[in-house]
């Protein structure tokens, strides 16, 4: 009820030559409380409505038009520096769709969608939400003003903890492993995420100290969670920045710490970022080997967002292909992410190699993920990354559920 009350106030533009899509539109729009939906049937009509100030939150925008295409509307919309949101809409191929998605984004227009005629009132919401979510100012602290000394700081005084996101059997929904993500425990800003200090810790030479601080403070932490009952043979992975394959000791490092621990090292996978992969080939190439020769497991993390998946597969002996979050929250609406995954997962199937999913957020991904063959599933339907305590929590919810 009361996102029907913000919807009240939006001022809504449709861009549309066909009366159906109007009427279609303004029906829906009225159902969800929407009061102020103007329409216009010409694209050359509606920029001057825009340039001689009319103000718009969403204009809804047809890419095929008689007088005036799409891409050309939204040309002039960057022009006049329109600070609304746009949602694409059309018949045309979704590659098309989101081809002019990506060009809007480039000309610093927020897109809240590119999507296929006709469009449903249940993703018209989704969209609405997502407008509201992302305008309401909750302006998270700003992590620019990071000095190295807090950082360094933070590393020596265990600041820095690691949180635990679970990863579930799409067959069975049990429990088989969890991530361990980084998490900065601030007295002012709060939870500060990794986004704010690991560029900061590589660009620094201090990376390293943050995976060792990860080991030390989850290794035996994962160890209390493997005693709970059933739990014995939970596996953990944990992210490696590729900064760090330049150490040649990593793999005796983690051995040794996994030994002092009592954990085996067919437990742990280390989860690389193919984006970042690979700068020196040789030890990098050497430090891998010899970490998957002492059973580690290596996840090739992001897959489909970097530059050279399919050549850094070639090369290096991974265990495990972790589909992007980009992907897998996209797949129901999008036919060019679910190809992405098929593929993927085709791909890491002849190599042997098992499939998770990330960023699991719904019914409808976890049903299209299971589909696809992914083995595991991760993200916010099954949980957000929580403190250690709290996952020990979960864990016996999780359990007993
Ligand atoms: P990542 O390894 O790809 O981790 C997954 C990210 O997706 C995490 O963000 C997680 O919180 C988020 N996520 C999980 N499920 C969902 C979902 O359903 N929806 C959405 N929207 N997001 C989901 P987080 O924790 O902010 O970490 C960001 C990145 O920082 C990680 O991406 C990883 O590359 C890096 N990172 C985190 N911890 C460490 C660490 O200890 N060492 C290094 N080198 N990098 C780390
Ligand atoms: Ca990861
Ligand atoms: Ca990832």
């Not at 897109?111 to 249940?122: N, Q, S």
């Not at 292909?321 to 593929?343: C, G, H, P």
Request: charged share 20%; hydrophobic share 40%.
């Amino acid at each position: 009820m009361a996102l029907k009350n913000q919807f009240e106030t939006l001022n809504v533009l449709v861009i549309d030559d066909d009366d159906f899509v109007h009427d279609m539109l303004i029906h829906e729009f009225n159902q969800l409380g929407v009061k102020n939906i103007q329409v216009e049937a010409s694209g050359v009509n509606a920029v001057k409505r825009v340039q001689n100030g009319e103000c718009f939150e969403l204009i809804i925008i047809d890419l095929i038009m008689p007088d005036m295409d799409g891409v050309e509307v939204l040309r002039h919309l960057s022009e006049y520096q329109f600070n609304g949101a746009v949602i694409l809409l059309s018949g045309q191929d979704q590659r098309v769709l989101d081809t002019t998605a990506a060009l809007a984004g480039a000309q610093h227009i927020r897109v809240l969608g590119a999507i296929p005629k006709p469009i449903t009132i249940d993703i018209l919401t989704q969209k609405l939400n997502q407008l509201f979510e992302e305008t309401t100012p909750n302006i998270p602290p700003s992590n620019d003003d990071i000095s190295l000394e807090e950082l360094k700081d933070a590393i020596a005084n265990d600041k820095i903890v690691p949180f635990y996101q679970p990863q579930l059997a799409f067959s069975t929904k049990r429990l088989k492993s969890v991530e361990v993500l980084a998490r900065w425990v601030h007295p002012t800003r709060g939870i500060v995420s990794p986004a704010s200090f690991i560029a900061l810790a590589e660009e620094t030479g201090m990376i390293d100290a943050v995976t060792r601080s990860m080991f030390r403070q989850a290794l035996p932490q994962f160890k209390e969670l493997s005693s709970i009952h059933g739990h014995s043979d939970l596996h953990i992975s944990i992210n490696l920045s590729t900064d760090s394959l330049c150490a040649i000791d990593l793999p005796e490092q983690i051995e040794d710490l996994a030994k002092m621990h009592g954990i085996c090292c067919n437990n742990i996978t280390l989860e690389l970022t193919e984006s970042r992969l690979i700068q020196n080939l040789v030890s990098t190439l050497d430090v891998l080997l010899r970490l998957r020769l002492k059973g580690f497991g290596l996840s090739i993390d992001d897959f489909g967002t970097g530059y050279s998946s399919f050549e850094q597969l070639k090369k290096i002996p991974f265990t495990e292909l972790k589909v992007d979050r980009q992907f897998v929250s996209d797949a129901t609406n999008n036919k060019t992410s679910k190809a992405i995954i098929e593929s993927s997962v085709s791909l890491a199937k002849t190599l042997n190699m098992q499939v998770v999913a990330e960023g699991v957020e719904t019914n409808a991904d976890w049903e299209l993920a299971k589909n696809l063959q992914c083995d595991l599933a991760q993200g916010y339907l099954v949980s957000k990354p929580l403190p250690f305590r709290d996952f020990v929590h979960w864990i016996d919810e999780h359990t007993t559920r």
